[in-house]
């Protein structure tokens, strides 16, 4: 299995509901900064830069999970971050969670880089489209 991108944090208490469980909405939470974490390390840029000094987001514009088994208190989550696909303007990203190798939950988001002040999307710019392409390719490889 190809590892474009591992996030590793543990489930904590802010994560979970009243009976230890991790609560569905804190695992997006998690996600997001799997992301933003992927965001850095694949195009290499921060999301505050992104934001910030170039006006562009990646705003999740569809997304679908999948609950496998539930995550308790303590426990050390891994999201594996995965290019699926490339667009114009977009990626479909999917990140698979498992604690000590044993599945929690999936989900597969589709994002598009999108211009700020215009709030329209933006084609990726050549070195960004590059190195996605690469880790796709590298993916699809494996």
Known sequence: ???SFVFSTPLRF???DAAGIGYYPRYLELCDAAIEDWTQSI???????????????L????????????GRLGDRLDFEVTV?????????????????????????FVQVLTCMTRMRPKPWPDEWRGRLEAVLNKEKQA
């Open 43 to 57: 195009l290499g840029i921060s999301r505050r830069t992104m934001h910030c000094d170039l006006q562009l987001a």
């Open 59 to 70: 705003p999740t514009v569809r997304m679908n999970a999948t609950f496998v088994r539930p």
């Open 14 to 16: 802010a994560h979970c």
């Open 84 to 108: 699926k696909n490339v667009g114009r303007t977009s990626v479909a990203l999917e990140a698979d969670v498992t604690s000590l190798g044993e599945p929690r939950f999936r989900v597969d």
């Open 1 to 3: 299995m190809s590892r």
